[in-house]
């Protein structure tokens, strides 16, 4: 909480009250006091004198009463990330943040080497595709999919693994489930590549279109080969 201050000057009430009865007194030797209207301008030199006195008393003589004001320091919030004005996007680039973040605690908290480095692939090739988002758009509706079908149910088998290697019990249950659960990892890894590879058709048929055209162009001009071929 701020402390606040003491608004009670001991210094400038009397001093203050002194300079206003001054103003009087100077004012009735020097001007006639018979109107009622005559009281008018005294009075207000008299509140402008106080003021005046009793700001400068406390300048020169700060109350003893008086504590520092301290201002309560501002709640720092957290950055929000800057949106891309695609909604669409935005939920894809905060999922597949999240997604990660996932990914990197699960990594950092399985000690098996050969298990690291599977989580390790996966967290590489899920980044590519959630990157992806942003190179095409178009190709949002497949990284939804990934994000919201494979990735929980991935998510899911590592932090099962992770309990089971965790609890330093090799039974036959937890043992034959954790290898289960490393076969899968091999054919996730292989899927989840597979998924990226897809979200580039679009670009192979765009660039089939390209070629077929920079090729008609070239022979058009004369500037090619008569068995000329980009493709080869």
Do not use: C
Not at 150 to 159: A, F, Q
Request: aromatic share 8%; hydrophobic share 40%; net charge negative.
């Amino acid at each position: 909480m701020p402390r606040k201050r003491n608004t009670k000057d001991k210094h400038g009430t009397g001093a203050a009250f002194l300079a206003a009865a001054a103003v009087w007194v100077v004012w009735a030797l020097l001007f006639p006091l018979y109107q009622a209207w005559h009281f008018a301008l005294p009075l207000a030199f008299s509140i402008l004198a106080a003021r005046a006195v009793a700001s400068f008393i406390r300048k020169k003589h700060p109350s003893e009463d008086e504590e520092e004001y301290e201002p309560e320091p501002a709640v720092k919030t957290q950055e929000e990330p800057k949106s891309t004005g695609n909604p669409e996007l935005d939920l894809v680039l905060k999922e597949g943040k999240l997604a990660l973040s996932e990914l990197g605690r699960l990594y950092a908290a399985i000690n098996k080497p050969d298990v690291k480095q599977r989580v390790l692939k996966i967290i590489d090739i899920t980044d590519k595709i959630v990157r992806d988002a942003e190179r095409d758009p178009n190709d949002i509706p497949q990284i939804k999919k990934f994000l919201n079908v494979y990735m929980p149910t991935t998510i899911k088998l590592l932090n099962e693994y992770d309990r089971m290697y965790a609890s330093g019990v090799s039974g036959e249950n937890i043992s034959g489930t954790m290898t289960r659960i490393e076969n899968a990892l091999d054919g996730i890894i292989e899927a989840y590549a597979r998924h990226y590879d897809n979200l580039f058709s679009n670009d192979h048929i765009d660039i089939e279109t390209d070629i077929k055209v920079l090729e008609t162009l070239l022979k058009r001009e004369g500037l090619s080969a008569p068995d000329f071929n980009i493709e080869k």
